[in-house]
């Protein structure tokens, strides 16, 4: 970005490339002997057949202020669980592998379900809900960093400007959440945040009013993005969502439990590109469909928190006023890539559009359906209070040392 606009009631922290990545790199090795550092990546078995994560781990190779990466494995049987281990051998930071549908996460995961503690369903959210309990487990770490497993763009850069902002004292920031343009090439990407997000919460501000939580949700330029970083006390009372609704979950919270001075966004690549959703008009159980879905209940659990009280006129009218302003950003948007040079398909713009204001209206019918089902996975303080004084459960997220690496 070129300017110092603070676009909301967060603050932006700018990249204007005066500080050099061996600068930053250098202050992150010596901020880091007082505040060690984990890094978590969520992944898919698929994201390692990927030449993304190939490059991740190659330049996470270049970092020595890590003290330990956590791998989520998900979608993994046993044969691949093994190739995996051989794969992660090229990763010279100290690493763990937690193996989601291995027997010792499932016989935890069972364990915490029959105390109706255990996440819902599988998903991203699930994934980093164990890894978080992991790092929260070793106690080893001041703090923590999130970022997806298939950015293609992905150099060692990104990582260390999402970590600066917590890691540095100077800056003292208990949340961060990375942001970056989707443009690449001569695409523009983000159409879950330009063309749902975004219109959907100036459509709830129309329909609701002015409104602290919309505010904060609408300062983030890019409130979609899977890169973000924590200080540790804020992983034991962090509530997240198991389904595609994680990272609007986790601003929420923020919003719930820390002041907005204590939060901060930062620009932290200068071009960003990763694998695509498909839109799956006709599967609401797949793609950028079932995420839309997911985050809508998101949206609306959370201001039904605040007692905000919904109806099926209330989500007819939002369908309405949402269709309305998206069309018009499709608009906007068309204008800024003529601008720009940038190929614009207006006509698949508009038939995402359409898609998610169905979507909206399937997830208020979901709503209503069970307006009382609890939509967050319970915090890790809940859990280990319950397995204090009921099992050793808690024992499974123990692991072997193998080789230097620790596998789950």
């Known amino acids: 970005m070129s300017d110092f606009h603070q676009n909301g009631i967060i603050t932006t922290l700018h990249n204007f490339n005066n500080l050099s990545k061996k600068t930053i790199e250098q202050e992150l090795k010596k901020f880091s002997k007082k ?39 998900d979608q993994a049987n046993e044969s691949e669980f093994k190739y995996s281990k051989k794969f992660f051998k090229s990763l010279k930071i100290p690493h763990t592998i937690l193996w989601n549908d291995g027997p010792k996460l499932l016989k935890l995961n069972a364990e915490l379900e029959s105390i109706n503690l255990a996440p819902k369903e ?42 600066y902002p917590i890691v540095n ?15 690449y090439g001569s695409k523009m990407s983000g159409r879950a945040s330009r063309l749902l997000v975004t219109p959907l919460i100036k459509s709830l501000k129309k329909i609701i009013g002015e409104n602290e939580y919309l505010d904060f949700m609408d300062s983030f330029r890019y409130p979609l993005a899977g890169e973000c970083s924590f200080r540790k006390r804020i992983l034991r009372d962090l509530k997240i969502p198991s389904d595609w609704g994680l990272e609007i979950g986790i601003l929420s919270e923020m919003h719930r439990n820390y002041r907005n001075s204590k939060i901060c966004q930062i620009d932290i690549a200068d071009k960003y590109e990763h694998k695509h959703q498909d839109l799956s008009d006709n599967d609401i159980n797949k793609g950028l469909s079932k995420m839309s879905i997911d985050i809508s209940k998101t949206f609306i659990r959370k201001l039904a928190t605040q007692g905000h009280i919904f109806s099926l006129e ?7 006023t949402y269709l309305r302003t998206a069309l018009d950003y499709v608009e906007i948007y ?34 209503l359906g069970l307006p009382l089902d609890t939509p967050f996975i319970p915090t890790w303080n809940r859990v280990e209070s319950c397995l204090l004084y009921t099992s050793d459960a808690a024992d499974d997220l123990l692991c072997v040392d193998l080789g230097g690496r620790r596998i789950i």
Do not use: Q
């Open 169 to 183: 004292p100077n800056l003292n920031f208990e949340f961060c959440k990375g942001y970056y343009p989707r443009v």
């Open 35 to 73: 505040r060690p550092v984990h890094l978590i990546l969520p992944s898919l078995f698929s994201e390692l057949k990927r030449p993304a994560l190939k490059k991740i781990i190659s330049e996470l190779n270049k970092v020595d202020y890590i003290s330990e990466v956590i791998i989520g494995l």
């Open 334 to 367: 068309k204008k800024d890539a003529i601008m720009n040079d940038i190929n614009y398909d207006e006509h698949t713009e508009e038939k995402a559009v359409d898609v998610f204001s169905e979507n909206i209206m399937k997830a208020g019918e979901i709503y």
């Open 122 to 163: 599988f998903g991203k959210g699930r994934n980093v809900w164990y890894c978080l309990g992991y790092s929260i487990s070793t106690d080893k770490a001041e703090a923590i960093a999130i970022h997806d497993c298939d950015i293609v763009t992905y150099t060692s850069d990104i990582l260390s400007k999402l970590i």
């Open 314 to 320: 209330t989500f007819r009218t939002l369908k309405a």
